[in-house]
């Protein structure tokens, strides 16, 4: 093992057909040859996750839900959230970022994903009202949060591939211990959720794995890998 390269743990069910999953390896390739940013990179299917991320200088929850272990995936954002490790969740890892914050930050242990076909309590993670398969949408960034200073905007449009999002009667409960939702579509959906408090804690429901053509990773992408190395720096 390179012990000067951060490892980073890339939690989720590796699959051919998730498109997201295609990308990454040239994306991880883009940050080495194009940002100078070389991670090593490891699969952890969710099975595995609880227990299996310690030590990584980042964790990267990865699109692909349903899970084939929702309790892996929420344990993963936890050791990321209560260990400052970073952490980057997109899409369905947005999804279960939530749901791990609800449920172990707000006392909802109730807080449940609908998407799950053994579902059961309140549903945080609810069908949106029309569904973001393929679809591309405008984001609004909220001043002086991570997002924005990451994407340097107060607009951006990004590409989705999802049907479940945060219910809206669960905003105030997490904004008021201490989450902040720092990028919402135009209706106000939340589209980016981040911790303040945290080294660098940011989930996406948008995928920036999406972005171009895949020669060049997303700035939210490049961000989260050179919080890795931060990281790394420290810790080694």
Do not use: K
Not at 46 to 66: M, N, R, Y
């Amino acid at each position: 093992m390179d012990t000067f390269t951060p490892r980073i743990a890339l939690v989720g069910d590796r699959s051919p057909n998730v498109r997201a999953h295609v990308r990454i390896p040239s994306l991880l390739t883009a940050l080495a040859e194009r940002d100078r940013l070389v991670l090593d990179a490891y699969w952890i299917p969710t099975e595995e996750a609880d227990g299996a991320v310690d030590g990584f200088d980042a964790i990267w929850l990865v699109p692909g839900s349903p899970y084939r272990s929702l309790t892996g995936a929420v344990a993963a954002a936890r050791t990321a959230r209560e260990r400052n490790i970073p952490f980057l969740g997109t899409c369905g890892g947005f999804q279960h970022a939530l749901l791990e914050y609800a449920r172990n930050v707000c006392g909802l242990a109730s807080a449940g994903h609908a998407e799950y076909p053994s579902a059961t309590g309140d549903p945080l993670i609810a069908p949106l009202a029309c569904s973001l398969v393929g679809h591309e949408g405008a984001v609004r960034v909220a001043p002086g949060s991570l997002a924005r200073r990451i994407l340097g905007a107060e607009r951006t449009v990004e590409r989705y591939h999802c049907s479940y999002g945060l219910s809206r009667e669960f905003l105030d409960v997490l904004r008021e211990n201490g989450m902040r939702f720092s990028g919402a579509d135009e209706n106000g959906e939340v589209r980016i959720a981040e911790l303040p408090e945290h080294p660098f804690y940011l989930a996406t429901l948008f995928q920036p794995e999406l972005a171009g053509d895949g020669s060049r990773a997303h700035s939210i992408i490049r961000a989260f890998a050179a919080a890795a190395h931060a990281n790394h720096t420290v810790t080694a």
